[in-house]
């Protein structure tokens, strides 16, 4: 994609323009460069008729920067952090946290290890140490059946945070919100797999008109 400094898809309108424009952006981002419809084996194990990856957006030039101010309009106002499981999560905790910079807000970002480090502290929590009982949010990319946020929610309640929210910018509507819900968790999505289904759809046609 050519990207022209009139279009919502520069860094400079990517940085400035309303949410509703970006988020229309992110979208097309989504259906033109993360998903993909075939036969595909899920980290999970699972079979799908389709594979999405969301590393391809928030590590896309912009993308990192749109889904950060995404996600910061999510956060609740109380959140002292955003955190998340590696490696999916790393760029959205990154983004999040600077672009909060940006808009006054101070929010620390912390990554959790999937095992603990094997050598110095041999810590599972990457990022400053925060006091005890601090509110943190976990980030993911894309939530299927919702273990690898919940992991992360676990370490960062072993941790002595308070963690009772978690903010996926994709819900595949496989377990994951169920899962939250029975945990006491708060969840919401940027976006849908139906959302982003139909979307790609329609550029499909569009594309062969």
């Known amino acids: 994609m050519t990207l022209q400094s009139s279009s919502p898809h520069s860094p400079v309108a990517v940085a400035t323009c309303d ?8 979208l097309d981002l989504f259906c033109e460069a993360a998903y993909k419809e075939g036969e595909f084996t899920l980290s999970s194990g699972q079979t799908s008729r389709y594979y999405i990856n969301g590393k391809l957006v928030t590590l896309h030039p912009w993308g990192g920067l749109a889904c950060g101010r995404l996600l910061l309009a999510q956060v609740p106002a109380e959140a ?10 790393d760029p959205l905790v990154t983004a999040t946290s600077v672009v909060g910079t940006y808009e006054g807000r101070s929010l620390a970002a912390l990554i959790v290890r999937k ?16 006091p005890s009982g601090s509110p ?4 993911e990319d894309v939530v299927t059946t ?8 676990d370490r960062l ?3 002595g945070y308070a963690v009772n929210h978690i903010i996926s910018l ?12 029975q945990e006491g968790l708060g969840f919401q999505a940027i976006f849908s797999i139906t959302e ?9 046609r569009a594309g062969e008109g």
């Open 19 to 26: 949410l509703p424009t970006l988020r229309q952006s992110v």
């Open 157 to 159: 309640r072993d941790a």
């Open 196 to 204: 982003i289904q139909s979307r790609w759809a329609a550029l499909q």
């Open 170 to 181: 994709v819900d595949r509507h496989q377990g994951a919100a169920d899962l939250y819900y």
């Open 146 to 153: 919702g273990q690898s946020a919940l992991k992360a929610v």
């Open 115 to 130: 095992e603990a480090k094997g050598h110095g502290t041999q810590a599972y929590i990457e990022g400053p140490v925060l």
């Open 80 to 89: 002292v952090a955003v955190a998340g499981l590696t490696l999916g999560a």
């Open 136 to 139: 943190v949010v976990v980030l």
